[in-house]
């Protein structure tokens, strides 16, 4: 579920698409010239190519290797405590409280709930661990005034 969120967070800003663009750009240009001359391009054809896979292969790998270290917090069992004036995150290695007022925002997904510390670091809470208790969540996140999109 990491690499997915990974992927996933990626993927919502449309600068992620500009490395598939300009490589599609290079496949078709390929393409194109091929069909006018009989003759392929193979070196804008490799350029091409790498542009359009680069960035999800370097996700995917990135992510995997992050997820798979030893010292890594990311794969530790997490438990979330939502209150009304605090959210907190207890791990096998550390503790972390945090007030509402504090936080930057919560974005709802389909699959996870995001919850940013600032602008560039985010919580993944995917939703299947918190089907049961997500319409309270929600009223707490509701009631704590912070900006929160669904």
């Known amino acids: 579920q990491y690499i997915r969120a990974v992927i996933y967070l990626n ?5 992620a698409y500009h490395t598939h663009l300009i490589g599609l750009i290079f496949i078709t240009y390929t393409l194109f010239m091929f069909e006018l001359s009989s003759e392929i391009e193979l ?3 490799v350029i091409g190519l790498l542009l359009f896979l680069f960035n999800p292969i370097s996700l995917y790998f990135g992510a995997r ?4 270290l030893p010292q890594s917090r990311i794969s530790e069992a997490l438990t979330y405590t939502f209150t009304s004036e605090q959210l907190s995150i207890k791990g096998e290695t550390f503790t972390s409280e945090m007030t509402w007022s504090k936080l930057y925002k ?3 997904t389909k699959n996870w709930m995001l919850i940013y ?6 919580n993944v809470l995917p939703k299947s ?7 309270e ?6 009631l ?3 900006k929160y999109k669904k």
């Open 11 to 15: 993927y919502r800003r449309f600068r």
């Open 43 to 45: 070196f804008n054809l």
């Open 65 to 68: 290797k992050m997820y798979r």
């Open 106 to 108: 919560v974005v709802e």
């Open 117 to 122: 510390q600032n602008k560039g670091m985010a």
């Open 129 to 135: 661990a918190i089907s049961a208790e997500l319409p």
């Open 137 to 142: 969540i929600r009223r707490i996140i509701g």
């Open 144 to 146: 704590s005034g912070i």
